[in-house]
Each structure stands twice: as structure tokens, then as C-alpha cells.
């Protein structure tokens, strides 16, 4: 299948780790230029998304640094087209003890991070009447969480109707909206929760790997997916139905 991105010009943020590294690469093999995006630069590798590819170093909770990445990718390439949000961070504190601290730093990366580059990245896509942005929810949003914590599941259950309501609002600047909402992925995210357990209740029998979800993400990308938006879109080894 033919994505029809090549030239195209990606953020992708969490792109040092995981399922952003894995979006990252599969949007350069795609001929993208890559904006790699992560809390230190140092720890993101652009030899491997080709020769335009450029790291920003940035915290996406931050408006400040938000803006930075933004306006550093319209100086090195002159426009923006798509915008992955994979930055994530992930808890496990039951209910009761979670701190109010807890609560506020995981919203503040999973769904204000989202909001803050997803507002940001609309105005630059709306100049040239094309634009792409999927979000990263995840499973934990569908069913309360087999791993995760309230925070968590809070988050990227926002994260859902944040995906819904910018696609009413952007779709009349030829930008669709979309998000992606994984099950357990091997990823440094999930190295302490019990793989092996969810593994065995996946009707696949595994977990997924993170360029399977890059494949869907690559997919939601693209002209491909030229009249979706505002959907999700569960990757999950059949573990939960719609
Ligand atoms: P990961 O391997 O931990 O990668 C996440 C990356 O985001 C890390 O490089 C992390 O940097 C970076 N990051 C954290 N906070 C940031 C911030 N404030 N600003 C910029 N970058 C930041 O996680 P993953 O498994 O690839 O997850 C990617 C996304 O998918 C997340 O949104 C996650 O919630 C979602 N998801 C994952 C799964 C799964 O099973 N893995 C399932 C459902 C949804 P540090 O390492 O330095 O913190």
C-alpha cells in the first residue's frame, strides 16, 4: 500500500523510546523528514531517520517548549503535515494512595502534552489545507485499566474525547484527528507490569510490538486515511472489543 507521505514533515514526540521510536522510523522509511522529540535529545537517535532527520530536546507539558518545537520545525523545513503525540508516562498507585502530585504529572504529559502540541501543530498544518494528528490513548481507557492506575486511565480516557472534539474542530482546515488506543506493548513502559498474565488472556496469545502500532499509526498518517478522524482505533490482539 502506498502511504503517499513521502516529503512529507512529522513531529513525532516520545520518539526516543518505544512506540514513538518505532513511528518514527516507520514514517522515515516512508521518505517523511522527522522531527524526533523527547525530554533529552541525547537519547534520541536520528542516524536512523535519515539525513533531514533533527532532534528537539523538550518537555511537551510545558507551552514554552511546545512552541519551541514547533517553530524549530517550520525553520528547518518550512511546514508541518503530521504530528504523532507519543510521549507518555505511566502509573500503577491504586486509587487511595495515589497523591494529588501523582495525579497532576501524569495528566500533565498524557493530556495537556496532546493538547498543548496538537493546538500548537494545527495553525502551521492549516496553511496548507492538509494535516494529520493521531494521538496516543491506549486500551487502559476501554477497560478501566487491567495494569494501570486511575491516572492513567483518566488521562487517556480524555485523551479519547480530546481526539473527538479537535476533530470537530479542525476538520474544516483539512486536518483529521485521530487516536490509536494500544493493549500491552513491549516497550520500556511495560517492563514491571505482568506481561506474560496478559499475554495469556490476548486471544493472539501475545503481546503487540511497537511497529505493529506504527504500522496503524503510519496508516492513520496518511492520505490513506483521508476521510477518518475523530476516530480510535484499538490494537490489541482482540483482548478487548469495541
Ligand atoms: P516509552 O517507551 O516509555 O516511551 C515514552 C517516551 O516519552 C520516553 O522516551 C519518555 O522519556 C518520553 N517522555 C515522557 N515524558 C515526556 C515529556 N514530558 N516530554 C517529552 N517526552 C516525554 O513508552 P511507550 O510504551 O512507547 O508509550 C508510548 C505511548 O503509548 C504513551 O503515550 C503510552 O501511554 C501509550 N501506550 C503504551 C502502551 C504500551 O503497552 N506500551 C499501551 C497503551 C498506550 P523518558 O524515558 O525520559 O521518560
Known amino acids: 500500500m502506498d502511504l503517499e ?3 512529507r514533515v512529522a513531529v513525532v514526540t516520545g520518539a526516543a523510546s518505544g512506540i514513538g521510536r518505532a ?11 522527522v522531527v524526533a522529540v523527547d525530554l533529552e535529545a541525547i537519547t534520541i537517535d536520528t542516524d536512523e531517520l535519515g539525513e533531514s532527520a533533527i532532534a528537539v530536546e523538550a518537555d511537551i507539558s510545558d507551552p514554552d517548549c511546545v512552541r519551541r518545537i514547533f517553530s524549530t520545525t517550520v525553520t528547518a523545513f518550512g511546514r508541518l503535515d503530521i504530528l504523532v503525540c507519543s510521549a507518555g508516562v505511566f502509573e500503577t498507585t491504586g486509587p487511595l494512595d495515589l ?12 493530556l495537556r502534552g496532546a493538547f498543548l502540541c496538537a493546538q500548537a501543530a494545527a495553525p502551521v498544518m492549516s496553511r496548507t489545507s492538509w494535516g494529520r494528528i493521531v494521538l496516543l490513548s491506549s486500551m487502559a481507557a476501554q477497560t478501566g485499566g ?3 492506575g486511575a491516572a492513567y486511565v483518566s488521562a487517556k480516557a480524555g485523551v479519547m ?9 479542525f476538520g474544516h482546515l483539512g486536518i483529521t484527528v485521530n487516536c490509536v488506543n494500544p493493549g500491552t506493548i513491549e516497550t520500556p513502559m511495560t517492563a514491571y507490569v505482568e506481561r506474560e498474565a496478559l499475554a495469556a488472556r490476548t486471544p493472539l496469545r501475545r503481546n503487540g510490538t511497537p511497529e505493529e502500532v506504527a504500522d496503524m499509526i503510519a496508516v492513520l498518517s496518511s492520505e490513506r486515511s483521508s476521510f477518518v478522524t475523530g476516530a480510535h482505533l484499538s490494537i490489541n490482539g482482540g483482548l478487548v472489543a469495541d
Not at 99 to 110: K, T
Not at 161 to 169: C, D, E, K, Y
Open 146 to 148: 487491567l495494569a494501570a
Open 161 to 169: 474525547g480530546l481526539t473527538r472534539s479537535l476533530a470537530i474542530h
Open 99 to 110: 497523591s494529588a502530585d501523582e495525579w497532576d504529572r501524569i495528566h500533565s504529559v498524557n
Open 5 to 7: 507521505i513521502e516529503g
Open 23 to 33: 513511528t518514527a522510523r516507520r514514517l522515515a522509511r516512508e521518505g517523511c523528514h
